[in-house]
């Protein structure tokens, strides 16, 4: 039998929509207040879903941590450890000590990069991990690419193993427009590349790439669409668009233009569905992120599958500087929806400068 622990960090990711960048502190209780509804169950059930093996035994946190989405299923398991109604770090950490006493061979949890230094306090590199993404900041090489890719790691369960960055960033400084991440440590996990997202890079700042970046921005600015509503999506590559526009950009979060006006600002997805509604003809402007490519599932969870159903895969634009491009072997969607992950996985054009552009697979 493989004895597998598994914990459930079951606030993780309910600060993306409504535009909080995570739940850290008292965030979490200003996600409920604005509406924010759990993701966290959706992404092990997925999970769970695709075991395929029956050789194992769980050992589960309590409650919203782990058992509730394991009794339905026909899983071997028992609780380890106490909750209380309130979930906390020092639950994710006490529990995975606990689950370490008891000689689990693996531990797979579900959460973001708070949740992943958690762990990582808890448990260092004794033992290895299987992280299913579910977090607003997932810049660490830990996670899984997809629920999908993390079941897989556990049904090719093999010895091999290697290590993989937990990075953190600090919410507050995340939240003030400012990205301060820093190297926490390391977790050992499966050595299974393909399925394992690669850490964030950060902007490269030579003058080649801020000429690039400055190319794009006149080309999207100048093709700009009179009465269409631009929704700008996080990073450096979009705010040189904002910058060519004369208009403030919030750095780490989404906003709108309107006939090159700013009308929106560090919009969460209740301001954004409204914004769709009352302009009709829109557009997505994203860029991926530096070394694993994600578009969309990562760091822009504002931009949700409502979101995207109601603009449409034909509206979106994807920009990217020439350098950052030619690093990534394809771009990566993971919404937490199926059936609007399916419809962006395929070959699109990505602007890489002025009148310039490439063809590059989403997956």
């Known amino acids: 039998m493989l004895k597998i622990g598994l914990i459930v960090n079951p606030i993780s990711g309910m600060g993306g929509s409504v535009g909080l960048k995570g739940t850290d502190g008292d965030a979490y209780k200003k996600a409920v207040e604005l509406g924010a509804k759990p ?43 106490k909750i209380d109604e309130n979930t906390s770090a020092e639950d994710v950490k006490r529990i995975a000590r606990k689950m370490m006493e008891r000689a689990i061979e693996l531990l797979v949890f579900v959460g973001g990069d708070g949740t992943a230094r958690d762990i990582c306090n808890a448990i260092g590199t004794s033992i290895p991990v ?11 090489s830990v996670f899984a690419l997809s629920p999908y890719a993390a079941a897989e790691m556990i049904n090719s369960y093999t010895d091999e193993f290697m290590e993989g960055e937990v990075l953190d960033i600090d919410e507050d400084a995340f939240r003030d427009n400012k990205l301060s991440a820093r ?38 600015v100048e093709n700009m669409e009179k009465d269409t509503l631009y929704i700008l999506g996080p990073g450096t590559t ?49 860029t991926p992120i530096g070394g694993n490519g994600f578009i969309f599932g990562r760091g822009s969870k504002q931009i949700t599958p409502n979101v995207l159903k109601l603009v449409g895969e034909g509206n979106i634009i994807i920009v990217s500087t020439a350098g950052k491009t030619s690093k990534l072997e394809c771009l990566r969607v993971d919404t937490g929806d199926t059936e609007i992950d399916r419809m962006l996985r395929k070959s699109v054009k990505v602007i890489t400068g002025y009148n310039e552009e490439t063809v590059i697979e989403i997956k």
């Open 238 to 286: 979009v705010k040189g668009i904002t910058d060519k526009l004369n208009v403030e950009k919030t750095l780490l979060g989404v906003d709108s233009v309107y006939n090159k006006e700013l009308v929106g600002e560090d919009l969460n997805e209740k301001g954004l569905i409204g914004s769709i509604k009352k302009y009709k003809k829109v557009k997505i402007v994203v």
């Open 39 to 81: 993701v966290a169950p959706q992404r092990i059930e997925s999970t769970l879903s695709l075991i395929k093996r029956n050789d194992i035994y769980l050992l589960v946190a309590p409650g919203s941590m782990g058992e509730n989405y394991i009794k339905k299923l026909n899983f071997r398991y028992e609780v380890v450890g």
């Open 183 to 220: 190297l926490y440590g390391y977790l050992k996990v499966p050595k299974t590349k393909l399925l394992l997202q690669r850490g964030k890079e950060p902007s490269a700042t030579g003058k080649s790439e801020t000429e690039n970046k400055e190319e794009i921005a006149k080309y999207i």
């Open 130 to 140: 299987v992280a299913i993404p579910s977090g607003v900041k997932m810049f660490s």
